[in-house]
């Protein structure tokens, strides 16, 4: 079974600040991870893709095998970050026939 | 590029109703998903179809169904409504392995 642990449902930071929101999964294959974002009123985006190692917004993921890890950080978080964040598990190698788990989410306030 | 489009966006039914959702994925994708979103169980996946096939499904009972076109577009239809399946119901399409899965802006469903 697959399954993607958000421990924090809320998350605040002061403008400025850095930012690293934990995910953690568990999966016996081999996984390929994501992070989702909500902000307010809008639609589910794709922010990363641990296969892509691209750096969006200023924000970052690396995928740790060892410690089941894909945290997303942001060195210094702008107040338009606030929004619902989720990452994201499937199954690499395209074989996931469109399922992906989701994390629970977390909440990222970036307050003034 | 036109994105995920889903209609309508809000529907209030009666318990035992039945109720079907569109979706019109992202040009050229074939692959189309479908999760259903609420507070207390978060993101599941309830299905996936690929050129007029379905290839993967969740765990939801038999009441949820969906079929694609040949045109790619999506319905999933949810028959004998309970007033538990009050959700967010939300679209994916996937243009190729590697890619992310782009969401809809989805259809709010509110069982009475």
């Known amino acids: 079974a697959q399954r993607v642990t958000q421990p924090e449902k809320l998350l605040s930071v002061f403008k400025g600040a850095p930012v690293e929101l934990k995910c953690n999964y568990s999966?016996?294959?081999?996984?390929?991870l994501f992070w989702y974002v909500q902000y307010s009123r809008q639609r589910l985006q794709l922010l990363l893709r641990h296969i892509s190692r691209e750096s969006i917004k200023g924000f970052t993921a690396d995928l740790n095998k060892g410690e089941t890890s894909f945290h997303l950080k942001k060195p210094f978080a702008q107040e338009e970050d606030s929004a619902m964040y989720y990452c994201?598990?499937?199954?690499?190698?395209?074989?996931?026939?469109?399922?992906?788990?989701f994390g629970q989410g977390t909440i990222l306030t970036v307050h003034p | 590029k036109a994105g995920v489009t889903q209609t309508p966006r809000y529907l209030i039914k009666t318990r035992g109703q039945q109720v079907t959702l569109s979706c019109s994925p992202i040009?050229?994708?074939?692959?189309v998903s479908w999760y259903q979103q609420t507070p207390g169980q978060g993101l599941q996946f309830l299905f996936e179809y690929f050129s007029e096939t379905q290839r993967n499904k969740g765990n939801f009972p038999g009441r949820f169904s969906g079929r694609q076109f040949s045109n790619s577009r999506s319905e999933m239809n949810v028959s004998t409504l309970e007033l538990g399946d009050s959700a967010l119901y939300l679209c994916a399409s996937m243009g190729g392995t590697g890619h992310g899965y782009t969401f809809g802006s989805g259809t709010r469903l509110t069982v009475v």
């Open positions: 999966y016996s294959g081999s996984p390929e």
């Open positions: 994201a598990l499937t199954r690499a190698g395209g074989t996931s026939y469109g399922k992906l788990t």
């Open positions: 040009s050229g994708h074939r692959s």
